[in-house]
């Protein structure tokens, strides 16, 4: 990729664009890839910018074909865990799903698309939600790259402890969402 010069920011951008929007692509490597190519804040920003782009496109994509494309696009069991995002108003709720590591944030983006919540407070929370991760990521791999690998174990060492707990509890956690949702749903009606 560096070989592109140039253009190598604009091509990793739309990698990372496409990693969102057919998700199968882990967006794992691609974040540690950032880091390693363009350093960490390099790798932060090219990430971030691909990472909105291909969020945003799969909600436009999810707004625009409606309900019946997406539940085609998505798995039965990602519908049955996620899909009470279509009644979700909601930033906050938005906001841990890009935030907890475990989710399908790849996916959520299409059902987040059939919500009422407006695009332009979607491409902010999911964006601010991932940057986590990502600054993580970037600099896994900028640590990589310099040689500095006992940082890099030391970085996913603090991760692993971070996220694991949110890994393990993600499905009560979503049950809560569902819950509330559903709870200020029933008061609503």
């Not at 882990?26 to 880091?35: Q, R, S």
Request: glycine share 12%; charged share 10%.
């Amino acid at each position: 990729l560096r070989a592109w010069g140039v253009l190598a920011p604009v091509i990793f951008i739309g990698l990372q664009a496409v990693q969102v929007i057919i998700s199968p692509i882990p967006g794992e490597l691609t974040g540690i890839l950032g880091g390693y190519l363009f350093g960490q804040w390099g790798g932060l920003l090219y990430s971030t910018i691909g990472l909105t782009l291909g969020s945003v496109a799969s909600f436009a994509v999810g707004r625009w074909l409606g309900a019946r494309y997406v539940r085609k696009l998505v798995s039965s069991a990602v519908w049955r865990k996620m899909g009470f995002i279509v009644e979700a108003e909601g930033a906050v709720l938005c906001f841990i799903i890009f935030l907890i590591p475990g989710l399908p944030k790849d996916m959520a983006c299409y059902l987040f698309g059939l919500s009422p919540l407006p695009l332009w407070v979607f491409a902010v929370v999911s964006t601010l939600g991932r940057i986590p991760d990502t600054w993580v990521l970037s600099a896994q791999g900028a640590h990589a790259a310099s040689g500095d690998y006992l940082e890099v174990v030391f970085l996913t060492a603090i991760v692993v402890a971070i996220a694991l707990p949110l890994y393990y509890y993600r499905n009560r956690l979503v049950g809560w969402f569902r819950g509330k949702l559903a709870h200020s749903t029933d008061r609503a009606g």
